[in-house]
């Protein structure tokens, strides 16, 4: 019983967006990875305001894009997926 709880703990989230546990953390560390470094460019951009100008916004921008247009097809596409594969048995 407690293992069902932790593997649902682990699954419960990427599994509403479409994704396995691996996936998800994937997805996720390249947005962290993508925010830690638009981050750093606005930092830069802060003290020296010639620099990474729109690199900051185009961050947002492009992981907005990801996250939120992108992400209805995705899930859409998976709930295709396992709709075929329930059907298929």
């Given amino acids: 019983m407690f293992g069902e709880v932790m593997i649902r703990l682990f699954t419960h989230h990427p599994e509403t967006v479409g994704e396995t546990y691996l996936e998800h953390m994937a997805v996720a ?7 830690f470094f638009a981050s750093l460019a606005c930092m830069v951009h802060a003290f020296l305001p010639f620099l990474c100008v729109k690199t900051g916004s185009a961050a947002i921008t492009q992981l907005h894009d ?4 992108n992400r209805h097809n995705q899930t859409a596409a998976a709930v295709d997926r396992q709709s075929a594969m329930a059907g298929s048995d």
């Avoid at 560390?29 to 925010?35: E, Q």
């Avoid at 990801?66 to 247009?69: A, D, E, I, P």
């Fill in 29 to 35: 560390s390249s947005f962290g990875f993508r925010m």
């Fill in 66 to 69: 990801r996250m939120v247009t």
